[in-house]
């Protein structure tokens, strides 16, 4: 069960209660944007979100903690990355087909 249904009120209300001011397509780290989201499928039975692709990101540390909207992950699963994008726009690493595991809510 992917929670779509339930979740997709949740993802409308980015940038809300828990979040401050933070975009809803963004990945922080440090309090600073790291990195952008592509088709982001929150999943909390299974306790983590899929991303179709994590985009211009050059500063996110995978290796620590983030946030994205009201959660905090960390992302666990790449299956193709690439610093090659071509499309207008981009810049700097593509992640593709990931996922992240929530660890928590970001507490304001």
Same mark, same amino acid.
């Given at each position: %069960?992917?929670?779509?249904?339930?979740?997709?009120?949740?993802?409308?209300?980015?940038?809300?209660?828990?979040?401050?001011?933070?975009?809803?397509?963004?990945?922080?780290?440090?309090?600073?944007?790291?990195?952008?989201? *592509?088709?982001?499928?929150?999943?909390? @039975?299974?306790?983590?979100?899929?991303?179709?692709?994590?985009?211009?990101?050059?500063?996110?540390?995978? $290796?620590?903690?983030? @946030?994205?909207?009201?959660?905090?992950? %960390?992302?666990?699963?790449? $299956?193709? *990355?690439?610093?090659?994008?071509?499309?207008?726009?981009?810049?700097?690493?593509?992640?593709?087909?990931?996922?992240?595991?929530?660890?928590?809510?970001? @507490?304001?």
């Amino acid at each position: %069960m992917n929670g779509n249904s339930g979740d997709s009120e949740g993802l409308g209300q980015a940038g809300t209660p828990g979040s401050g001011n933070r975009e809803p397509d963004a990945i922080y780290q440090n309090g600073k944007i790291v990195a952008r989201v *592509a088709n982001p499928d929150v999943d909390l @039975e299974a306790k983590e979100i899929r991303f179709d692709e994590i985009l211009d990101s050059d500063h996110l540390v995978l $290796a620590e903690e983030c @946030e994205f909207q009201k959660y905090r992950i %960390m992302v666990q699963k790449i $299956a193709f *990355a690439t610093k090659e994008d071509h499309r207008a726009g981009r810049v700097g690493r593509t992640l593709a087909g990931c996922t992240a595991e929530i660890l928590g809510f970001i @507490e304001q």
